[in-house]
């Protein structure tokens, strides 16, 4: 078992930037590849990004790459997501999960295997 806890969200202006943190505990957790998703309301949840086991491979969807950078420090059992340029339609419910099969990890929510309550961003006009 893994508790994912997130924090680091809030309200910013457009172009502002924001760092999400999501820090594990229970299981060792360079034994697990990590992603963040989001979900807007009336959307589905969709995937942001994702990281290796040892941090060496990131992958990023397309609506957010080159603004948003995801990293990991296995010390200190916490991924981040760093956030720049933000724009409105960024706003949404993040979540962390945590993946104990691929050493990738997946674009597909349904292979994560935990996930953590979620932290609001939203981003104003």
């Known amino acids: 078992q893994v508790q994912l806890v997130e924090s680091g969200g809030g309200l910013v202006q457009a172009g502002g930037s924001l760092r999400l943190s999501c820090a594990a505990s229970g299981r060792t957790f360079v034994n697990y590849a990590m992603g963040w998703f989001r979900q807007a309301p009336g959307k589905e949840r969709e995937f942001v990004a994702r990281i290796s086991r040892g941090g060496a491979s990131t992958y990023y969807a397309d609506s957010v790459k080159g603004r948003f950078t995801i990293s990991r420090d296995n010390a200190k059992n916490t991924v981040y997501l760093q956030m720049n340029s933000l724009k409105p339609e960024d706003t949404a419910v993040y979540y962390c999960?945590?993946?104990?099969?691929?050493?990738?990890?997946?674009?597909?929510?349904?292979?994560?295997?935990?996930w953590g309550q979620g932290t609001q961003v939203t981003v104003s006009s």
């Open positions: 999960a945590a993946d104990q099969v691929y050493y990738s990890g997946s674009y597909y929510s349904r292979e994560y295997d935990y």
